[in-house]
């Protein structure tokens, strides 16, 4: 079968893989759509913290069941979203129902080989019936669902004055579900093409440059109060450890990025405030059917969302121009019939 393959940074190509075949309580579907997330890119740029090449990458998954073991309640040719995070069940993790962190996660497309492909086995459990869902809107349930994750972590009530910093996939799917959990939403980013998506969208309620009036805007959008809940969606240390001074005091800051390094805090700004620093990592069932059922709903604007679009022929050549070329690009789409 076909699949793109990343065999070191810098090093995309689409080639021959051996033909998937079904697992042991697996179900083997056909991918449909694999959105291409910030993971992907940096698997390609050689800047992912927890990946060995080579490896056939995408995680943002829709397919069609064509094999399935006895007794499931799939059936073949029913579509149905991924859920990437394969979890062993048994950690300490897993016991307290949280999957998302398990000891010995296997992420599609990080840990193990993902859905660039054309077909592939993975767990049932992993799978979740997509409904009305179109194989687009499947495929794009996983990145939102991190944003929902996130959202979820924070506790955020109604009325909360919410600032998202970064206003990429994954910081426009938290201030959407910050949004509509009845957060007062705020983003910042430094690209006023980005800042101005999200608003024109109806993701953010309001929008700040960042730049040396940063801190003088988040003074006037909060009356020098700051904000209730912080989420950095950014993956950059400088700004995931500036993003407390933005916190009000009793506040909270939610991590929902990963670096390759360490980040550190001011202490007194930590302890003056009683920061709770809170660390959000992938997304559990009910994050992805709580998206499901806000796209079902029409909630979600996928339409504006979806910017690019290539098939699995031109997906190593596309993805590549991509990683450096992001003009009006917010989420991209492989087709593979």
Same mark, same amino acid.
């Given at each position: 079968?076909?699949?793109?393959? $990343?065999?070191?940074?810098?090093s ?6 051996p033909?998937a075949s ?9 991918? @449909?759509?694999?959105?291409i *997330?910030g ?27 064509l094999?399935?073991p006895?007794? =499931?309640?799939?059936?073949?040719? %029913? ?8 979890? $062993?069940?048994a *950690?300490?993790?897993c ?6 962190c398990c ?11 993902? !859905?660039? $492909? ?5 767990p049932? @459990?992993?799978?979740?019936?997509a409904?009305s ?10 990145f939102?669902?991190i ?5 979820s +972590?924070? !506790?955020l009530?109604?009325g909360? +004055? =919410?600032?998202?910093? !970064? ?8 201030a959407?579900?910050?949004?509509l959990? #009845?957060g007062?939403t705020?983003v ?5 093409d980005?800042l101005?998506f999200a608003? %024109?969208?109806?993701?953010a309620?309001?929008s ?6 940063t801190d003088e805007?988040?003074?006037a959008a909060?009356d020098g ?17 500036? &993003?407390i001074?933005?916190v009000a005091?009793g #506040? ?7 670096v390759?390094?360490?980040?550190a ?13 809170l ?10 059917? @709580? ?22 022929? !031109? &997906? ?9 070329d992001? @003009? ?10």
């Open positions: 079968m076909r699949a793109v393959v $990343c065999h070191s940074p810098g995309l190509a689409l080639e021959e893989r033909e079904r697992g042991a309580e697996e179900v083997l579907i056909a991918i @449909r759509r694999v959105g *997330c993971t992907d890119y940096h698997i390609y740029e050689g800047s992912h913290p927890y990946l060995e090449y080579p490896r056939i990458i995408g995680h943002e998954l829709s397919g069609e069941v094999e399935t006895r007794g =499931t309640a799939l059936r073949p040719n %029913q579509r149905v979203v991924v859920n990437p995070y394969v979890s $062993c069940g *950690c300490i993790a016991r307290r129902g949280k999957p998302n000891v010995r996660i296997a992420v599609l497309g990080v840990h193990r080989d993902g !859905g660039l $492909c054309e077909r592939i086995s993975v049932e @459990r992993n799978l979740y019936p409904g869902l179109t194989f687009d809107e499947a495929a794009s349930v996983e939102l669902s944003g929902a994750h996130a959202v +972590r924070s !506790g009530k109604p909360d +004055r =919410t600032l998202v910093i !970064g206003a990429g996939p994954i910081g426009l799917g938290v959407l579900f910050a949004g959990s #009845g007062d705020t910042i980013d430094l690209d006023p980005r101005a608003t %024109q969208a109806g993701i309620g309001r700040i440059l960042a730049d040396d009036r805007q988040v003074g909060t109060e700051g904000f209730d809940i912080v989420f950095d969606a950014t993956g950059n240390r400088g700004s995931m450890e500036d &993003a001074r933005h005091h #506040g909270s800051l939610v991590l929902v990025s990963v390759n390094e360490d980040i805090f001011s202490d007194p700004e930590l302890h003056k405030r009683e920061t709770t620093v660390g959000s990592r992938n997304a559990l069932r009910a994050d992805f059917e @709580r998206v499901m059922a806000a796209i079902a709903e029409k909630q979600v604007p996928l339409q504006r969302l979806l910017t690019h679009r290539t098939r699995l022929a !031109g &997906a190593a050549a596309d993805i590549a121009r991509w990683a450096t992001k @003009r009006g690009l917010v989420k991209a789409l492989v087709e593979i019939e």
